[in-house]
């Protein structure tokens, strides 16, 4: 986190940011896995099958992996065809070990594990924003919940991957939201509004409190107390304590009555929710540790999630939400954890 003069801040009490530590992965696994959900896509290829193959006969101990992980698969309600695996495994069969070892060599590059490719995913993310942690005075880390106090003496909240700009000057206070989410409790001065940009949209206020959240176009700024004036698609908004701007998808935005101090509670490692799609709930999980949360079921998304979870402890919450709705849950690895079809 990077703090510049005049600015106090520090890490509350949450999830760790550098995530949980990784346990020793074994990479033939981490392949395995791969090369079944590659293979089980929409989208695979006779490349892919080929490639397959070659992997397979490289080893023996692959085509113990797979099988392995394809039993994690079959588990979870999702076999893959086996179709896409006969001319593969045929092909397998048929190379010598020698051919085998050095073509596999050379393929088993490209899935290169699901591990791997997860790590490669949030290293092009994190490359992608890098512009903004080099422009940012403050940001949080995956999974952590910081506290700051400006040199104004308002004080702001940052929730997990958040990244803000501090641009004040005698006559207005302004805070660029570059990513994430953020609640600002802004200390009075008349004299100097105090305006928060961020995700399109744009919050004026002098001594108030409300959340902005810059990646959340649905639903993008909550006011807890006080009222502010918000400016969205070119249209001013006044918003007071306890409602909340929605923006839907190819709608115009407007002012609703919300429980903005429900969408705060993460702010205490709380995520409360109620009848909220499991979808949804699972994403916001997802921004709380690294890898990902993969839904396999689309008609389990749908189903709806009640109740408070602890976001210091990501797994327990998978756990409590897949009990109460009889889903399956695999940890492929620690970076990857599959959500399939109810019991």
Not at 83 to 105: I, L, M, N, P, S
Not at 147 to 152: E, F, V
Not at 183 to 194: E, K
Not at 210 to 234: K, L, S, T, Y
């Amino acid at each position: 986190m990077a703090i510049r003069d005049g600015t106090d801040a520090q890490d509350r009490d949450g999830p760790d940011p550098s995530g949980p530590e990784p346990r020793d992965e074994d990479p033939v696994e981490a392949e395995a896995a791969a090369w079944v959900v590659r293979l089980s896509s929409s989208d695979a290829t006779e490349a892919d099958r080929t490639a397959f193959a070659a992997w397979l006969a490289a080893d023996p101990a692959h085509a113990a992996a797979h099988a392995e992980m394809e039993e994690f698969w079959h588990r979870l309600g999702h076999v893959p065809d086996a179709r896409r695996h006969r001319t593969a495994q045929g092909q397998a069969e048929g190379q010598t070990k020698g051919k085998g070892q050095a073509t596999g060599k050379g393929q088993a590059k490209g899935p290169a594990g699901l591990a791997a490719v997860l790590v490669l995913g949030t290293t092009l993310a994190w490359q992608a924003g890098l512009a903004d942690w080099l422009r940012a005075d403050l940001w949080s880390g995956v999974g952590a919940i910081t506290h700051a106090t400006l040199s104004d003496g308002s004080r702001v909240d940052l929730n997990t991957g958040t990244a803000i700009a501090l641009r004040f000057s005698g006559a207005e206070r302004r805070v660029a939201l570059l990513r994430g989410e953020a609640v600002f409790d802004v200390a009075r001065d008349p004299g100097r509004p105090f305006v928060v940009e961020g995700g399109g949209v744009s919050v004026r206020a002098v001594g108030t409190v409300f959340v902005v959240r810059a990646d959340e176009a649905m639903r993008p700024v909550g006011v807890a107390e006080g009222r502010v004036d918000v400016g969205i698609a070119g249209r001013h908004l006044p918003v007071s304590a306890g409602e909340a701007v929605i923006a839907p998808d190819g709608a115009a935005a407007s002012v609703v009555k919300a429980d903005v101090g429900r969408a705060m509670a993460w702010r205490d490692g709380r995520l409360t929710v109620s009848g909220e799609p499991l979808s949804d709930v699972l994403a916001t999980l997802g921004r709380y540790r690294r890898g990902r949360i993969v839904l396999l079921d689309a008609k389990a998304g749908a189903r709806r999630v009640t109740g408070a979870f602890d976001l210091r402890d990501t797994d327990e919450a998978l756990d409590a939400i897949a009990a109460s709705l009889s889903l399956r849950v695999a940890r492929v690895t620690p970076l990857l954890v599959l959500v399939g079809s109810p019991l």
